[in-house]
């Protein structure tokens, strides 16, 4: 019996996204060692013939929490949203837990490794967006000369979801952690504690973020034990990577060129990419260059 797993979700749409991030663990031979599951939010019977040929697991998502029909529009892949905080309800009987976005690809087992060693003890492991290439993290309004309203993505998103200027306040100047990739033992209490902030934020606020704001204030302010990654295990500031020519591999912008764990296509920014493999980029390369690549995963 394997006790890890990485479970990731998709609908038709994201099938090719969801291929692509599949391939891309399995071309490791570490992943043997491990299953892969999916939440299936629309796929089609084709789709999926085509995927359990390659994962162990293929389940139906469900709204585990109530959502008003208005709010689905008939997105069915918003299920996501809901669905990762109830991981161990849909696929039992593994240890550690590790949630990928579809819309994103392996490109280091090191990190994978991270991930599950992070969480450990009971931990959330997961990356943060707080990072030196990132830039701004805060927006500010000025007026009155040096008066400032600070606003920040956990602050909105909070307010957003129905919670009180307090709880919004505790998390508004804390790093940002990005809940499109985590990882969680089994039998770690933030699962229960989540699923209750969460059905907060679907109550009163958008599906869309729900889960992320959710998470964030079950760490800062339920105070639950968390491992905060470095951001090159989640990232999604596409148009900073860089290059290395000689490891022929993506890395962070800045000195040391850390290789580059998990890219993400998070965002709309980078909805070229997402909805086109053949999309082509231009990158940077660490000695200076310019050139032109692909940088949907190619096996």
Known sequence: MKKNVIISLADANYFELLNDLIDSIKRFKESDNLAICILDAGLTKEQKEILSLKVDEIKSAEWDI???DFKVKGKEWLKSQVSRAFLPKYFPNYEKYL?????AWVNSWETIELYYKGCEKNKLSIATSADRAYGRVLRAEWFLGSFARIKSQNYKHAKSSGFSESIARQVALKPHLNIGVFALQANAPHWQIWQKNLKIALSAGKIWGSE???MNITIYCDQQEVEILPAYCNWTLIEAL????????LVEPYLPNHKIGIVHFAG????????????????????????????????
Do not use: C, H, Y
């Open 99 to 103: 949630w990928i976005d579809a819309d």
């Open 268 to 299: 709309k920014n980078n909805d070229q990419i997402r909805n086109n493999k053949n999309f082509i980029s231009k990158v940077k390369t660490v000695d200076g260059d310019l050139i032109e690549m692909k940088l949907r995963f190619n096996n």
């Open 66 to 68: 109530e959502v008003p």
């Open 242 to 249: 860089k290059f290395d020519t000689k490891q022929n591999t």
């Open 212 to 214: 992320q704001i959710a």
